[in-house]
């Protein structure tokens, strides 16, 4: 179903093998709780992946993957401060969706405190804060309560957002997301107005990454009705992409790939942050059902194989592709990047064997 989209550029070359990442302990990071030893079957997976792919969480502070990150039982105040540099040793784990910035803008310090507890090569996907991203400003509850004249600000992204980040996290900083919130039906109504906006805040990040060139810059939606040609020129336009936002509010993913074929050759950029099966509003029903968040209790193997042919292609021919999921998709984010690493695997061997 893929193939089309990877056939207009030759293979990639073969890439030198890949180190393992030293330890955060070798690389000066804090001291926190001790990394989980992983099966020698992780560690193989680990280095037969392509190494344009980077999987990872949308957060870290889990006591209940206690055997699988952790090497033990740890609060999740513990995890939250100083679990970063024991996650960031687990082989598969090579980048991490930091989520807490959508709802307050970090500082540089903060920011300079998570790159300290990883060691080079590991990658920070971040998201933008709200302020910026949502057209209304919300209740506690999350009900809209007024228009947001902050929306889409391009200065304000500039100095809450890219500024920090680039300065914090240095050259550990891979993807800026800025996922664009439901959006009121004046604004729905208005795509044109919309996109020039949305524009307008592209190209004012973009310029202010000039000197970043590495960096990606992603835009997530929530609302079915972007996803038409119009929002893939203002991506094309502004050098940015579609990030895939997996949740229940959007369609599928081979609904969602339509776009994003129509900015290829490009990065993939991928949160899979919500099983379908709660609907568009059940990450509260999501958490309650897989807690502790240490098995596979919604599997999702459509979700899985679909994106596991989309990071084959895509990979295979040069391009870069970040992956973050959540406990919400399956139930365990550190089991379900298992599955979908063995599942990359899998179809990176069967493109290999296709005659060219």
Same mark, same amino acid.
């Given at each position: 179903?893929?193939?089309?989209?990877?056939?207009?550029?030759?293979?990639?070359?073969?890439?030198?093998?890949?180190?393992?990442?030293?330890?955060?302990?070798?690389?000066?990071?804090?001291?926190?709780?001790?990394?989980?030893?992983?099966?020698?079957?992780?560690?193989?997976?680990a280095?037969?992946?392509?190494?344009?792919?980077?999987?990872?969480?949308?957060?870290?502070?889990y006591?209940g993957?206690?055997?699988?990150?952790w090497?033990g039982?740890?609060?999740?105040?513990?995890?939250?401060?100083?679990?970063?540099?024991?996650?960031?040793?687990?082989?598969?784990?090579?980048?991490?969706?930091?989520?807490?910035?959508?709802?307050?803008?970090?500082?540089?310090?903060?920011?300079?405190?998570?790159?300290?507890?990883?060691?080079a090569?590991?990658?920070?996907?971040v998201?933008?804060?709200?302020?910026?991203?949502?057209?209304?400003?919300?209740?506690?509850?999350?009900?809209?309560?007024?228009?947001?004249?902050?929306?889409?600000?391009? &200065? !304000? #992204?500039?100095?809450?957002? =890219?500024?920090?980040?680039? /300065?914090?996290?240095?050259?550990? @900083?891979? %993807?800026?997301? $800025?996922?664009?919130?439901?959006?009121?039906?004046?604004?729905?109504?208005?795509?044109?107005?919309?996109?020039?906006?949305?524009?307008?805040?592209?190209?004012?990040?973009?310029? &202010? !990454? #000039?000197?970043?060139?590495? =960096?990606?810059v992603?835009? /997530?939606?929530?609302?079915?009705? @972007?996803? %038409?040609?119009? $929002?893939?020129?203002?991506?094309?336009?502004?050098?940015?992409?579609?990030?895939?936002?997996?949740?229940?509010?959007?369609?599928?993913?081979?609904?969602?790939?339509?776009?994003?074929? !129509?900015?290829?050759?490009?990065?993939?950029?991928?949160?899979?942050?919500?099983?379908?099966?709660?609907?568009?509003?059940?990450?509260?029903?999501?958490?309650?059902?897989?807690?502790?968040?240490?098995?596979?209790?919604?599997?999702?193997?459509?979700?899985?194989?679909?994106?596991?042919?989309?990071?084959?292609?895509?990979?295979?021919?040069?391009?870069?592709?970040?992956?973050?999921?959540?406990?919400?998709?399956?139930?365990?984010?550190?089991?379900?990047?298992?599955?979908?690493?063995?599942?990359?695997?899998?179809?990176?061997?069967?493109?290999?064997?296709?005659?060219?």
């Amino acid at each position: 179903m893929q193939d089309g989209l990877f056939d207009d550029l030759p293979p990639a070359p073969e890439p030198p093998p890949r180190k393992r990442p030293a330890s955060a302990a070798a690389a000066g990071a804090v001291p926190g709780p001790g990394a989980a030893k992983p099966p020698a079957r992780l560690l193989d997976v680990a280095q037969e992946l392509p190494p344009l792919l980077r999987m990872g969480a949308s957060t870290w502070s889990y006591p209940g993957w206690e055997d699988l990150v952790w090497d033990g039982a740890y609060d999740a105040s513990v995890l939250a401060k100083t679990g970063l540099t024991a996650y960031a040793r687990h082989p598969l784990l090579r980048t991490i969706c930091i989520d807490r910035s959508f709802w307050r803008p970090l500082t540089v310090s903060q920011y300079a405190t998570y790159a300290g507890q990883v060691p080079a090569d590991f990658r920070f996907v971040v998201k933008c804060p709200s302020v910026v991203t949502d057209a209304q400003v919300r209740t506690e509850d999350g009900r809209g309560r007024e228009a947001n004249p902050a929306f889409l600000d391009p &200065q !304000l #992204a500039i100095t809450a957002f =890219v500024q920090p980040t680039l /300065e914090g996290l240095g050259d550990k @900083l891979a %993807v800026l997301v $800025f996922q664009l919130s439901p959006l009121p039906w004046d604004w729905l109504n208005r795509p044109s107005a919309l996109f020039a906006r949305l524009q307008a805040l592209l190209a004012s990040v973009q310029s &202010q !990454l #000039a000197q970043h060139p590495g =960096v990606i810059v992603a835009v /997530e939606v929530r609302d079915p009705q @972007l996803l %038409v040609p119009a $929002f893939a020129d203002v991506l094309r336009a502004t050098g940015s992409t579609f990030c895939l936002g997996l949740h229940g509010k959007m369609p599928p993913i081979e609904e969602q790939l339509r776009l994003l074929r !129509l900015l290829w050759p490009g990065p993939l950029v991928c949160r899979w942050n919500l099983n379908r099966r709660f609907g568009p509003y059940g990450y509260e029903d999501a958490q309650k059902a897989h807690a502790p968040f240490n098995a596979i209790l919604s599997p999702d193997p459509h979700t899985r194989a679909l994106l596991a042919r989309t990071i084959a292609g895509i990979t295979g021919r040069g391009q870069r592709a970040y992956v973050t999921v959540s406990n919400d998709a399956e139930g365990c984010a550190p089991r379900s990047i298992a599955l979908l690493a063995e599942a990359v695997l899998e179809e990176t061997a069967a493109r290999n064997e296709r005659p060219r």
